[in-house]
């Protein structure tokens, strides 16, 4: 192991480059949730340059390889590594050579990395066919930022089949750890996310005149107040679990009472029983309570991701070949996210772990977090990523 090892540090070294040009190029040409189409055609460019095997166009914009075993057999399983593709609709505002070419479009949370590294590592392990215990699939996916998720509409495509997935693994970038470092959390680690739409329909008329109205704005305020109790009161406490409101219009004036009141909010929790329990309970009493002070309600809500629960065998393996590889002062031991992250539907489905790497470089003041427009890594950190994704699957 020590040799191959050496051999890993060595390559990711050598291939650095390489793999920072990917990065840029991709972070330069963003592209929007299941609208990964140059992407696509770019990842598919370098896995045929190294003789890769794969399919397009799984789950609408993505893409599973295969580096096969020497010794691979029919029906064999293998081992899976995940990267994510997609941007998000945010105005770069860095001053770099590799901007965002695209305007309103950028990869502020590091989705480019992960799709470079795991193009690293394809060619890393397309060179050691003859050491891999097992055959590893490559999953390029969509739409990781946006519900239904694309790696549920991968499942669906049969990313998990046709060879059957075994165990699965996935990286992230990690703003709050600097580059260098690696994080590590055994299961419950990141919270399911469903969405909640409400429209209030109300009376609107002159703020001088209320008793003529049925006023959406007071039913918006004593809603968003009243369901924070689903949560302090109806949640068993050993539960996490949050529930936010970041979004309240209602357009009206100093002295206009407005017709309606448009409510957004996010639903973030660890268990799924209580989930479902706590979405019923929103739904009702929101109904109670609107149509309560005579007003009428709209409410969609959106399910998204289920939490992520990181298996412990896994997790355990590999958070020891990061001791082995970078020192133990190197490797941290993550805190719960109420977060959450599609690659969640792949841990429901087969052993996963998903894991951090430090991307933070304060002398060059990259320190901004995730879905921020400053958000950049230290590119030293693509190293890392190859090397932790090529030793996980030996």
């Not at 460019?45 to 397009?56: A, D, V, Y």
């Amino acid at each position: 192991m020590n040799e191959l090892k050496t051999h890993i540090v060595k390559r990711s070294e050598e291939l650095f480059e390489k793999i920072k040009g990917y990065r840029e190029y991709i972070h330069q040409h963003p592209e929007l949730s299941y609208q990964e189409h140059e992407t696509m055609h770019f990842v598919s460019e370098r896995l045929k340059e190294l003789g890769i095997p794969h399919q397009m166009n799984v789950g609408g914009t993505g893409i599973v390889g295969l580096i096969k075993a020497n010794h691979h057999a029919e029906g064999m399983e293998v081992v899976a590594l995940r990267a994510d593709m997609d941007a998000l609709p945010i105005q770069e505002e860095n001053d770099v050579p590799y901007k965002s070419k695209v305007d309103g479009v950028m990869h502020a949370c590091g989705h480019d990395a992960h799709t470079s590294i795991l193009l690293g590592v394809a060619e890393i392990l397309n060179e050691l066919k003859e050491q891999l215990p097992q055959p590893v699939k490559l999953i390029f996916q969509p739409g990781e930022e946006k519900n239904p998720g694309g790696a549920s509409l991968m499942i669906k495509d049969g990313a998990l089949e046709n060879p059957k997935v075994k165990a699965i693994y996935g990286l992230h970038v990690f703003p709050d750890l600097p580059a260098g470092m690696t994080g590590f959390k055994s299961g419950l680690y990141m919270a399911s996310c469903d969405e909640i739409y409400i429209t209030i329909h109300g009376k609107g008329g002159h703020g001088a005149t209320p008793h003529q109205c049925i006023d959406p704005i007071t039913i918006g305020a004593e809603l968003v107040l009243n369901l924070q109790t689903i949560v302090s009161r109806r949640r068993d406490p050993k539960i996490p679990c949050v529930l936010t409101f970041g979004y309240f219009e209602a357009l009206g004036a100093t002295n206009i009472i407005p017709a309606k009141a448009v409510l957004k909010g996010t639903f973030r929790t660890m268990n799924e029983a209580w989930r479902a329990e706590a979405l019923s309970l929103i739904e009702q009493q929101a109904k109670a309570i609107v149509e309560g002070n005579g007003a009428t309600l709209e409410l969609e809500i959106s399910k998204g991701y289920p939490f992520l629960e990181n298996n412990e065998e896994l997790t355990a393996q590999l958070k020891q070949k990061s001791i082995d590889l970078l020192g133990a002062d190197k490797v941290e031991d993550l805190a719960i996210r109420m977060g959450s992250e599609d690659f969640s539907y792949y841990a429901q489905e087969v052993p996963a772990c998903f894991f951090r790497i430090g991307v933070r470089d304060e002398k060059n003041g990259i320190t901004f977090g995730a879905h921020s427009s400053r958000f950049d890594i230290d590119p030293d950190s693509l190293k890392i990523g190859m090397q932790m994704m090529s030793l996980a699957v030996f």
